[in-house]
């Protein structure tokens, strides 16, 4: 099966920032990649997404390219600020019927 | 409107009791999903639904016991609790199975005593 490996958290960084947050995958056969990020108290929402390689996936100012040759989807963003404070993860899927395997997730923490 | 809400969102109760968490999506999927988050946030499925079939049975003690009367409803019933038991569950659903696109509700987090 599928397997992801992240960054160990908590990563902590000043506002303004740049942020890099490294994932790893190992799976069969070519599968879309995910980031999810879950904010205190609420569950986990899409961030961004990326369907083949090189494509690169971007939403609110975070960016991740499919990179199928090292078999990576590093989360990066120019500018973080205290908002994006969360914890993030990584995820392929896994071409099966449970959509998903999540990485163990990174916490992010953002001081002003 | 919330497009998929778990109720009750907390829930404290004694080892040994039986508790129902609820879930509920208006968004038109055919899969849904119960997820537990432990302690440190690790996300590991325990079931899946397509279309109020079931398809998905991780290794999950079989005091966890899944029901979907429809498709928009997926419950999770969890007979004789015990304290390992605590955690955040998380109902998701999404439109097919193995899109990766899923749509998570807040959480429920239960505490075992």
């Known amino acids: 099966g599928n397997s992801v490996t992240q960054m160990e958290g908590p990563v902590t960084l000043s506002e303004e920032a740049f942020l890099t947050i490294n994932c790893t995958y190992t799976?069969?056969?070519?599968?879309?990649l995910f980031w999810y990020v879950q904010y205190p108290g609420e569950g986990l929402q899409l961030l961004l997404k990326?369907?083949?390689?090189?494509d690169k996936g971007s939403n609110k100012g975070f960016e991740a390219t499919y990179r199928k040759e090292t078999t990576s989807f590093h989360l990066e963003k120019g500018s973080v600020q205290v908002s994006d404070s969360a914890v993030y993860f990584c995820a392929p899927t896994s071409g099966g019927a449970d959509g998903l395997t999540f990485g163990k997730g990174t916490h992010l923490i953002i001081q002003p | 409107d919330t497009a998929v809400s778990q109720t009750p969102k907390y829930l404290v109760t004694q080892m040994g009791n039986d508790k129902s968490i609820k879930c509920e999506q208006n968004l038109g999927h055919d899969t849904m999903y119960w997820y537990k988050q432990d302690s440190k946030k690790f996300l590991k499925i325990m079931f899946s639904?397509?279309?109020?079939?079931?398809?998905i049975n991780e290794t999950v003690p079989n005091r966890f016991s899944p029901k979907s009367p429809d498709k928009a409803h997926l419950n999770l019933h969890i007979n004789s609790l015990e304290l390992g038991d605590s955690a955040v569950y998380f109902c998701?659903?999404?439109?097919?199975?193995?899109?990766?696109?899923?749509?998570f509700g807040e959480g429920s987090r239960l505490t075992v005593l």
């Open positions: 639904y397509n279309n109020k079939e079931l398809i």
């Open positions: 998701a659903s999404s439109q097919g199975t193995g899109t990766g696109e899923l749509f």
């Open positions: 990326a369907t083949k390689a090189d």
């Open positions: 799976a069969t056969g070519y599968p879309s």
